[in-house]
C-alpha cells in the first residue's frame, strides 16, 4: 500500500517523483491517486526504484530520519495510540496484511520483546525495504516516549554497506543472522506512549478490522492457510487446529472449506514444505539436519525421502545445481 505520505517522504528525501515511478514500471502520476495497492511484485520494484535514484542516500537511513507521524498510514498510526511498545507490535502485527505481503512474529518474552518479518518464500523483499521497516520501530519507540531508547540488536542476512552509520542511528549491535529481528528490554517495551489515546484507537480499529475482514474475503482458504503455515511449520505449530485457530475457524470448518477448493491440508501441508526446502537450500547455509528439524521432521533420513518426492533429486545435489 502507498498512502499520500510518500509525497512528504519523497520530498524529505529529494527523490525525482516521476523518474522513479517509471523506473518502476508504474504510472509518473501515480502519486496523484495516492492511496494504492500495489501487488508485490510491483511494490518490490518500486523500493528497488527508490534505491535507484537515492544517488548517494542511503534509503533505509534517509527515510527514518524523514519519518514522522503525518507520514503514516492508519495501520502504522495505530502503533501510535499505543500505550507503550509492546501493545503498539501486537496492534500493527494484527493488521500488518494491509500494508503489504510482509509479515511480523512478535516474541513477547519475560525480558525482551523480539519482532522477526517474514514474507512467503518464493518472494525476496528488496533489502532496504526491510532494513526500512527494522528502523521504523527504532523510530517509533523514540518519537513515542520522548526517550533515546535504543534496541538490545538487530539482526539481518546482510551487513548494510554504510555499517557505522546505522551503528550510529541504532545505537545497538547488527548481527548477521538468516532472519531480519529487532529485539528490544523489556523495561523499553513498557515506556509509557505519550502519545497514547485510547480514543483515537476506537475511532481507527473498526475500519481497520473491516478492511482486514475484506482483505481476508477476498483471498481463498487455501491461499490463507499457505501464509499460516510459511510461520507455523518453523515454529512446529502446522497442525489443523492451530492453523484454523489462526484463521478464526474450526478445524473441521478448514478441511471442508479447503474440500471444496479441491485441496486438502495434508497437501497443503507438504507443498508449502517443499516450497521452505527449497529456499532453504537455495539461501542459507544450514545444515540438512537443521532443516529437517524447521520442516518438522523427526530425523534428516525422514527429510530426504520426502524430498526426493517433491522433486525427484536429493536436497544435497538441489543444493549444489541452485548455488547462487
Not at 509525497?7 to 508504474?26: C, H, K, Q, S, W
Not at 501487488?39 to 530520519?65: C, I, Q, T
Amino acid at each position: 500500500m502507498l498512502n499520500p505520505g510518500w509525497r512528504i517522504l519523497f520530498a524529505e528525501m529529494g527523490l525525482p517523483v516521476a523518474d522513479t515511478l517509471r523506473a518502476a514500471g508504474l504510472s509518473p502520476k501515480l502519486f496523484d491517486e495516492l492511496p494504492v495497492m500495489l501487488d508485490a511484485e510491483n511494490y518490490f520494484r518500486f523500493w528497488d526504484a527508490m534505491e535507484a535514484y537515492s544517488g548517494n542516500k542511503d534509503v533505509p537511513l534517509a527515510l527514518a530520519n524523514a519519518l514522522d507521524v503525518e507520514v503514516f498510514s492508519p495501520p502504522l498510526y495505530a502503533a501510535v495510540c499505543s500505550h507503550n511498545l509492546r501493545q503498539a507490535t501486537h496492534r500493527v502485527a494484527k493488521f500488518k496484511a494491509l500494508t503489504g505481503p510482509i509479515t511480523i512474529d512478535v516474541d513477547d518474552g519475560a525480558s525482551r520483546l523480539k519482532l522477526t518479518w517474514n514474507w512467503p518464500p518464493h518472494l525476496q523483499p528488496p533489502y532496504p525495504l526491510l532494513m526500512s521497516e527494522v528502523l521504523f520501530w527504532v523510530f517509533l519507540a523514540r518519537k513515542c516516549t520522548r526517550m533515546a531508547i535504543n534496541p538490545l540488536e538487530i539482526s539481518t542476512p546482510v551487513l548494510p554497506q554504510s555499517t557505522p552509520a546505522y551503528l550510529d542511528y541504532i545505537g545497538a549491535p547488527i548481527r548477521r543472522d538468516e532472519a531480519v529481528s529487532i529485539t528490544f528490554a523489556n523495561r523499553d517495551a513498557e515506556h509509557p506512549f505519550i502519545s497514547g489515546n485510547d480514543a483515537i484507537w476506537s475511532a481507527f480499529e473498526p475500519a481497520l478490522k473491516d478492511q482486514l475482514s475484506e482483505l481476508q474475503n477476498s483471498a481463498s482458504v487455501s491461499e490463507r492457510v499457505r501464509v499460516a503455515l510459511h510461520r507455523a511449520i518453523p515454529a512446529d505449530q502446522a497442525s489443523a487446529e492451530h492453523v484454523a485457530s489462526a484463521l478464526s475457524m474450526t478445524a473441521r470448518t478448514l478441511q471442508r472449506r479447503l474440500q471444496q477448493e479441491g485441496t486438502s491440508f495434508k497437501a497443503l501441508v507438504n507443498s508449502t514444505r517443499s516450497e521452505l526446502a527449497k529456499t532453504y537450500l537455495r539461501n542459507t547455509e544450514l545444515p540438512l539436519s537443521e532443516i529437517s528439524f524447521l520442516l518438522g521432521y523427526a530425523d534428516p533420513s525422514s527429510f530426504n525421502r520426502a524430498f526426493r518426492e517433491w522433486t525427484r533429486t536429493t536436497p544435497e545435489r538441489y543444493r549444489r545445481t541452485n548455488e547462487p
